[in-house]
């Protein structure tokens, strides 16, 4: 997974987080909205919540706009009908490529899912085809240059860390979602500073793409991340070296 991950730091780092602030505070809005819908308002219940509102707090979502958007998850007040989707298929090389919707119009948005993986090399697939290749799990970077690993599995370990993966220029360390919020909350008080935290799904294994094909893939998965009803794009594909370095000049 080294190569999907230092692909995603050269993007954070050449600020296309930044660029994309409009579209980020959609997908936070959304995503505290559904977490509010599905569990209720109460952080100290409802783990996606706190950790949907910890993600608004990261992007600098204001205070008010995360208040609104729980109040119309819980009912407090009228909101769209939003459906949370997963749609499973394939991309250039074979890579599997799950992808998480919230949409107003589910016949509209598959529609032009299946265009965009169709003109992007790939194809939609059947349910389950390819979800069983993820897991789903908290997941919190560290620059190795900063920490090393007995350090952090020391800090984390009685908060329910899982596992500590060498991935290439970070220490990736794993845990259950429900353990997601007691974890980053271990760290933080222990003053370690992480690179990045979220819940997200991992895949169980990766596949190794050549140039062509990676050049193809990023751009099918930026693509449909820019998507205005897709929340996230994951997938198992593994850079080749050449083009990370490329990508880093």
Sequence with gaps: MAGHSKWHNI???????DAKRGKIFTKVTKEIF????TGGGDTNANNRLRSAIEAAKA??????KIETAIKKG???????????VFYEGYGPGGAAMLIEAATDNKNRTVAEI?????????SMGESGCVAWMFDNMGVLSFEKEAYGEEE??????????????DDGDVWQV????EDFVSVKQAYDEAG??????????VPKNTIEVDVETGRKLINLYENLDDHDDVQNVYSNFDLPESLIKELEG
């Design 11 to 17: 993007q954070h780092r050449k600020g296309r987080q």
């Design 34 to 37: 559904l977490a509010a819908r």
């Design 59 to 64: 992007v600098n979502l204001p205070k008010d």
């Design 74 to 84: 819980t009912g407090e007040l009228a909101a769209d009908s939003i459906d949370e």
């Design 114 to 122: 299946r265009h965009m993986l169709s003109k992007g090399g790939g």
């Design 152 to 165: 952090i599995l020391e800090a984390g370990l009685e908060a329910g860390v899982e596992d500590i993966i």
């Design 174 to 177: 794993r845990c259950a979602p």
């Design 192 to 201: 370690l500073k992480y690179v990045e935290a979220q819940v997200t799904m």
